[in-house]
């Protein structure tokens, strides 16, 4: 069965996101789980000694889960929802849990009053381009409503046999939604789509978009807000073209002028 894997610190942010991730359960039919990780401080000194009682931090951690599910049960009281808790950073933790049984989906809250929060700056980043499963942020404004466009910010460079296309194809009719893919460039340098990709998205239909701006996320942005796009799907990459679209103060303000959910696919 279809599981969305939340990751929560009980914030505002991410009580949106799991607000959020309700819905979307109920149209890909998938279970919910949500996922707390928390760290224990240390003390470094000849012998490394917790500055806090870990028991005392369980107990919070577990009353302050119980709260959130009785919340998430009464907004949707027929869905499936488990949890659990673990020690340790919160993307070490997905990645394990990934490498164990991947979800459908992962799914994390941002805030673009907490920068450097535990689900927005580095580690929300971080998430989106080292996760092995599909990701999806959605910023705390964000409240659920059918998605009927998805827009995917390609990179032609970097289209290859590697890319998700199947992946793409499937999130997109999943939601019954339609697709326009962009790409962004400098007015020199305006390309048509590469022809590896028209053929992987053909039984899409997709309309293809060449957006003449010096500034990616301020090109990306404004096609999202002129075309009412429900989610934003990125591939991202080390080098290139992601590079700059998700350079951390970037991928902030791409996300705070879009305030649109983005979704994470990675190279096959």
């Known amino acids: 069965m279809n599981k969305i894997l939340l990751a929560t610190d009980y914030s505002p942010a991410a009580q949106n996101a799991a607000a959020y991730a309700l819905e979307l359960s109920k149209v890909i039919n998938a279970s919910l789980e949500l996922l707390h990780a928390y760290v224990i401080p240390f003390a470094y000194t000849d012998s ?25 049960r009464r907004l949707a009281p027929d869905l499936q929802i488990h949890s659990r808790i673990l020690p340790g950073d919160i993307t070490d933790c997905l990645a394990e849990i990934i490498e164990e049984q991947p979800p459908t989906l992962i799914v994390m809250g941002t805030s673009g ?6 689900l927005w ?64 460039d400098k007015p020199e340098q305006a390309v048509t789509p590469p022809l ?23 090109g990306v942005s404004e096609f999202l807000q002129e075309h ?28 705070r002028v879009s305030n649109i959910p983005v979704l994470a696919l990675h190279q096959e």
Not at 49 to 63: F, G, S, T
Not at 230 to 252: A, C, D, M, Q
């Open 48 to 72: 490394p000694v917790p500055l806090l009682n870990i028991d005392e931090i369980q107990k919070i951690a577990e009353e302050s889960m119980e709260a959130e599910l009785a919340r998430l």
């Open 113 to 118: 009053d907490a920068p450097d929060s535990i």
């Open 121 to 184: 700056g580095s580690m929300a980043v971080k998430a989106l381009r080292n996760l092995k499963a599909p990701v999806l942020v959605v910023p705390d404004q964000v409240q659920w409503e059918p998605v009927r466009k998805i827009c995917f910010a390609a990179d032609y460079d970097q289209v290859s046999e590697h890319t998700p296309a199947a992946e793409v194809i499937k999130w997109v009719r999943q939601m019954d939604a339609s697709l326009d893919v962009i790409h962004v």
């Open 196 to 218: 590896t990709l028209v053929q992987m998205l053909e039984s899409l239909q997709p309309q293809y978009h060449a957006i003449i701006n010096e500034n990616i996320e301020g």
């Open 228 to 255: 009412a796009i429900g989610w934003l799907l990125v591939i991202p990459r080390k080098y290139g073209f992601f590079e700059n679209l998700f350079h951390k103060s970037r991928t902030k303000q791409l996300t």
